[in-house]
């Protein structure tokens, strides 16, 4: 398996087959990578690289499993995970559970979110698209040091 890293980037609007398939992005896709599907808020669908997952079960041996909650969530949460891989189409297979998770109809939004991907309902999206009012807001937590979110994309652009 490779270990290069995604960038996932990009809207792309994807029909879901009668077998529950769906065709990854062509830019989101390295051959013999390992992707992990898991529910995510508000009916969504994260799409994981295996590198990043990697990076979360590392944090999630440091939890204590004696903690009852922590555990119900984990166990909660890993029945409905999903490992997944393209096959030679491109297409990576959803269960019947994420697909009823996130309201999958035959049209889907497959969005990137830079260290993942997000696969959305269309209505769902095309609603949640349009109130963009706090994006920047939400992105300014990010930072430290005063810099807010425009700041550091100014930098990144070499703008003074």
């Not at 992990?36 to 808020?41: A, D, E, H």
Request: aromatic content about 8%; some cysteine; hydrophobic content about 40%.
């Amino acid at each position: 398996m490779s270990e290069q890293e995604i960038t996932f980037t990009g809207e792309y609007v994807h029909t879901l087959d009668g077998q529950r398939r769906v065709a990854v992005p062509r830019q989101w896709r390295v051959d013999g990578m390992k992707y992990y599907l898991l529910p995510g808020r508000d009916g969504v669908l994260q799409l994981i690289p295996d590198y990043y997952f990697k990076d979360f079960l590392n944090k999630v041996r440091k939890i204590s499993l004696t903690n009852a909650k922590i555990g119900r969530a984990l166990a909660l949460l890993g029945s409905r995970a999903q490992e997944c891989s393209c096959d030679k189409q491109g297409r990576i297979s959803l269960t019947q559970k994420l697909k009823d998770h996130a309201s999958l109809d035959a049209e889907l939004v497959m969005v990137g979110a830079f260290t993942h991907a997000q696969i959305w309902n269309k209505a769902s999206w095309d609603k949640q698209a349009e109130d963009t009012d706090d994006v920047l807001d939400v992105l300014d937590g990010l930072f430290t040091g005063g810099d807010d979110f425009m700041d550091v994309l100014k930098n990144l652009g070499g703008s003074n």
